[in-house]
């Protein structure tokens, strides 16, 4: 059974880090491509980075670019989104999910979803 479980959301002043996490079961992270959506109230919910373990390919969102960083750890089957100089629009719940297909921020082609983290950015 695939099973995607986020964790490491809470609550951080603007200008600081968090480091979420996406812990995969049920299948092995290398065949797939994990990618990290967000959602804020009354908003759509948005592709902020996917990675390719296999190929180390990356993309990132030009809203997160140069601030966020997506990693796999592949011993632990997780994948991890390190968020830095956060700002108060970062503010969402953040979802990571799972694709056979190509690394993409469009939600539609990703099969497996996990439950989700919220993130606040706050003073």
């Known amino acids: 059974q695939v099973q995607l479980v986020e964790s490491g959301g809470g609550l951080v002043q603007p200008g600081g880090s968090l480091r979420v996490s996406c812990a995969a079961s049920g299948f092995t992270s290398d065949y797939y491509r994990i990618g990290w959506f967000r959602q804020a109230p009354g908003k759509e919910r948005e592709g902020v980075s996917c990675?390719?373990?296999?190929?180390?390919?990356?993309t990132y969102a030009d809203s997160v670019k140069g601030r966020f960083t997506i990693s796999r750890e592949s011993g632990k089957n997780t994948v991890y989104l390190q968020m830095n100089s956060l700002k108060p629009e970062d503010t969402a719940v953040y979802y990571c999910a799972a694709t056979r297909t190509a690394c993409s921020l469009q939600f539609g082609v990703y099969n497996y979803w996990g439950q989700g983290t919220q993130v606040t950015v706050s003073s």
């Open positions: 990675i390719n373990s296999r190929s180390g390919f990356t």
